[in-house]
Structures are given as structure tokens and as C-alpha cells.
């Protein structure tokens, strides 16, 4: 199977502050990775897209000042959420696409408080 | 913007009773997926369905993609305690460049008292 990860699982931090969570594949190589967030008891919603060696595509809505993306490997991809603030808190939930393949595997996502 | 509407949002039935999830959107979908979500982790994929009109079942779990590839019902026949959760339904597109994109739903939260 293929397996993603996210770190940190869960981070508490101050308001004004940034944090960065990390999205792997373990065992495959990924072209694309994809960020979500998810409110308490509501749906994930789709942040952005993000590419090996291109810039991100944002969602309409979304920041991309906010929340900064790389992928700068094909193992790799990260979200920073900058100058962090209260109604930032949610968790985080990536995927992403195996190459060559449509199916999108899906990390245990992020749990962000922030105070 | 929401595409995929799911109903009910909300379900709390008995062990053993059978319930419905429908899945509905006026968008036309190459393929539609339903997930199964636990507090804290991460959505789970369940089936994948892709033709219009196709049943596929897991299970006590039976899924259908409706006739116009739009809308989608996920069915559980004698519900376990083990099936609570939240479902989540996930209309999938594939835009130039080979990816999926996929929407999710609303979401339903499935509660089964023993």
C-alpha cells in the first residue's frame, strides 16, 4: 500500500508565530500533493495543489501568503501557515497522487491550535 | 462552494438497523468515492465507483453511482458499532495533467448505540 505521513500530528502554538507541517510519502514518489483543512464537524475542503518544482495553485479564498507551500521533492511537500492566528486553528489533512497513477492516499492529517 | 450535498448530515440508529447516505450534486463527476473518517485521522477510501449506474458492494456496505454519474447512495445493512463514523462522499474530476481533484462532501456522522 502506499503510505503518506504528516508531522507534526498535533502542534499548539502562540498567536503571531509560524509553523511548519510536513507532508511525506513513505513508499512512493508523489508529482502531486494536495492540502486540506478541516473545521470541527464539518467537510474537508480543498487549500491548494501542489506540484514537484512548480508553484502551488490555491483554491479561490485561500491565502497564499498565508499558508505557504512547497514541494520541493517528490517525497516532500510542506505547509507553512504564517503569522499564525486563532481562526487558523483546524486540522490539516494532505494527500497525494503516486506517479503515473490517479489514486490520491490521504495523511493522518494536523491538529493546529493556535492560542 | 459546496458541489456535493450529503444527507443526512446527522444519524444515530440502533446496532443492527439499516440506514441510507445519499450523496447529490448537480455537477457531473468522472468518478465518485465515499470515505469513512475517524476523529483525528485521516479520511479512509472505501470504494470507488465509476460508471453511471454501477453497484458496488463491501460487504455490508452497498454503493451506487446514479445513472448520470451525479449523485451516489452508500446503503449499510445491519449497522455495527464498529461503522461509526463520519462519511464522506468525494466527487472526483481529472484535469489536464493527470491528477484527481476531488471534492469532498458535507458529510454524514453515523452514530450506532449497541
Known amino acids: 500500500g502506499a503510505v503518506v505521513s504528516q508531522h507534526p500530528s498535533w502542534v499548539i502554538c502562540k498567536s503571531g508565530t509560524s509553523v511548519k507541517i510536513e507532508c511525506r510519502s513513505l513508499?512512493?514518489?508523489?508529482?502531486?500533493m494536495f492540502w486540506y483543512r478541516q473545521f470541527p464537524k464539518q467537510s474537508l475542503m480543498l487549500m491548494a495543489t501542489?506540484?514537484?518544482?512548480?508553484?502551488?495553485?490555491?483554491e479561490q479564498g485561500v491565502e497564499k501568503d498565508k499558508f505557504l507551500i512547497n514541494h520541493a521533492s517528490l517525497t516532500l511537500s510542506t505547509l507553512t501557515v504564517t503569522s499564525a492566528h486563532p481562526e487558523d486553528s483546524s486540522f490539516y489533512i494532505c494527500s497525494a497522487n503516486r506517479v503515473g497513477r490517479e489514486t490520491q492516499y490521504f495523511g493522518p492529517g494536523t491538529r493546529l491550535l493556535v492560542l | 462552494t459546496q458541489l456535493l450535498e450529503q444527507s443526512p448530515q446527522f444519524l444515530s440508529i440502533q446496532e443492527g438497523e439499516n440506514l441510507t447516505v445519499y450523496c447529490n450534486s448537480s455537477s457531473v463527476f468522472s468518478s465518485l468515492q465515499w470515505y469513512r473518517q475517524e476523529p483525528g485521522e485521516g479520511p479512509v477510501l472505501l470504494v470507488t465507483?465509476?460508471?453511471?449506474?454501477e453497484v458496488k458492494k463491501l460487504k455490508r456496505l452497498t454503493f451506487q453511482f446514479g445513472d448520470a454519474r451525479k449523485d451516489s447512495s452508500l446503503h449499510i445493512t445491519a449497522a455495527q458499532t464498529g461503522d461509526t463514523g463520519l462519511y464522506l462522499c468525494?466527487?472526483?474530476?481529472?484535469?489536464?495533467?493527470?491528477?484527481?481533484?476531488?471534492?469532498f462532501g458535507t458529510g454524514t456522522k453515523l452514530q450506532v448505540i449497541p
Open positions: 513508499d512512493f514518489q508523489a508529482t502531486t
Open positions: 465507483v465509476v460508471t453511471g449506474g
Open positions: 501542489s506540484n514537484e518544482g512548480s508553484k502551488a495553485t490555491y
Open positions: 468525494a466527487g472526483v474530476r481529472t484535469p489536464s495533467g493527470g491528477y484527481q481533484k476531488v471534492t
